[in-house]
């Protein structure tokens, strides 16, 4: 996990907005499997959005949380229902944090 800045939270948060979202959570919630999922997704971009529908009777604070300390990355916000997770590639970062 990362810590951010104010200033580099609000530059990820610009980059998500243009975003769809890569993963929908349903009324199964936080699966492992779904965990694995965002994981592999890590693999291929650096910064992704979820999406938590309403059939989901479980908190969207809280499953951002959970899923971001299992995948190991960085919760840049909870807006509603819409999650945004950021985890740094090791090598050949595409986003240079400001």
Same mark, same amino acid.
């Given at each position: 996990?990362?810590? !951010?800045?104010?200033?580099?939270?609000?530059?990820?948060?610009?980059?998500?907005?243009? !975003? @769809?979202?890569?993963?929908?959570?349903?009324?199964?919630?936080?699966?492992?499997?779904?965990?694995?999922?965002?994981?592999? $997704?890590?693999? %291929?971009?650096?910064?992704? +959005? !979820? @999406? &938590?529908?309403? %059939? $989901?009777?479980?908190?969207?604070?809280?499953?951002?949380?959970?899923?971001?300390?299992?995948?190991?990355?960085?919760? &840049?916000? &909870?807006?509603?229902? +819409?999650? &945004?997770?950021? +985890?740094?590639?090791?090598? @050949?970062?595409?986003?240079? !944090?400001?």
């Amino acid at each position: 996990m990362v810590e !951010l800045t104010s200033k580099q939270r609000a530059y990820l948060k610009s980059l998500a907005s243009n !975003l @769809n979202p890569s993963f929908q959570i349903g009324k199964g919630s936080v699966t492992p499997e779904m965990i694995s999922a965002v994981s592999e $997704c890590f693999n %291929n971009n650096e910064l992704i +959005k !979820l @999406n &938590v529908l309403k %059939n $989901c009777d479980d908190d969207a604070k809280e499953i951002a949380i959970v899923i971001a300390e299992r995948t190991r990355s960085t919760l &840049v916000q &909870v807006i509603g229902k +819409k999650i &945004v997770l950021y +985890k740094p590639f090791k090598e @050949n970062q595409k986003i240079i !944090l400001p």
